[in-house]
């Protein structure tokens, strides 16, 4: 089994845990690695919050995740399992990804969640499936940063996906799919001009985080099987893809294209 774990410099734990046990008594606090010293500055400043979230970690969670297609002992291109990273990250908890092989489901992995489907997280000794219900624990076993969105908010964007996947299958130019794929992207793009810059306003929330993803892989299959992007008449959607996407916890987290390509190749040519 092939495993990346997700843990702090060592600048930033010294720091950390030392002011950390001074104010709240913890053991230890991991952070994610391979940032920058602002960055770092910013991960510590967060993560005094998350001490005095419900729960504390000291040890980093296990996540099952879909393994790269294209490299071995890499992440691979499930926009549902960086959903789940991205949670982690914008609440610097730390975590241990266990890559799954998704062609050839191990043993240990179906054993563990029958449905074979990824993302699956340990909490306590239960593993728990399906990106909807990870997020949702999450928030409320570590609120700090809040990222809830309000019930009215949460479907913003979200026909963006079904109508990307029926335009990426489509073989027939005029079947309408290409145009209620830009329909639900100009929806979007209004809402993000009057809200934005994120969904809920000023603060990145979960909506962003289930959106982010699907919309990575919009622009890199439709620009590789169509030569297709984002029209520059949807101004708003184009600033709030370069902010989502240039985001650390983003970058993290991020399919490599290729995987991305491989992944929906079967969709394209089936
Ligand atoms: N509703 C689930 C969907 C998860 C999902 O479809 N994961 C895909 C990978 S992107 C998977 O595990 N597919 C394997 C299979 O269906 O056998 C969630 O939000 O977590």
Not at 60 to 73: W, Y
Not at 184 to 212: M, Q, R, T
Not at 220 to 226: E, P, Q, S, V
Request: proline share 8%; charged share 25%.
């Amino acid at each position: 089994m092939s495993t990346a774990r997700i843990q702090p410099t060592v600048t930033a734990a010294c720091v950390l845990s030392s002011t950390i046990k001074h104010h709240f008594g913890l053991t230890s606090l991991r952070l994610p690695t391979n940032h920058s010293a602002a960055f770092r500055r910013q991960r510590i400043k967060r993560n005094l919050t998350v001490s005095m979230s419900a729960t504390s970690v000291s040890e980093p969670l296990e996540i099952c995740v879909k393994a790269s297609l294209t490299v071995p002992d890499k992440l691979g291109d499930c926009p549902f399992c960086q959903r789940v990273l991205l949670t982690l990250e914008e609440k610097n908890l730390p975590y241990d990804m266990k890559f799954v092989d998704l062609g050839n489901k191990p043993e240990w992995f179906l054993k563990l969640n029958p449905d074979g489907k990824v993302p699956v997280i340990k909490f306590e000794e239960n593993w728990v499936s399906d990106s909807d219900v990870i997020t949702q624990a999450l928030e409320e076993k570590f609120p700090d940063p809040p990222l809830a969105i309000p019930p009215e908010k949460a479907s913003v964007g979200s026909k963006i996906f079904s109508t990307f996947i029926g335009f990426l299958k489509s073989k027939d130019p005029g079947d309408g799919t290409e145009q209620a794929l830009l329909d639900e992207l100009s929806a979007f793009n209004d809402h993000i001009k009057e809200n934005g810059p994120f969904i809920n306003g000023e603060k990145v929330s979960a909506a962003d985080l289930a959106l982010g993803p699907k919309l990575y892989h919009l622009e890199i299959a439709l620009g590789h099987y169509k030569n297709w992007s984002v029209p520059e008449s949807l101004p708003y959607i184009k600033s709030y893809l370069k902010e989502i996407f240039s985001r650390d916890s983003f970058v993290n987290t991020r399919a490599l294209p290729e995987d991305v390509i491989a992944g929906w190749r079967p969709k394209v040519m089936g």
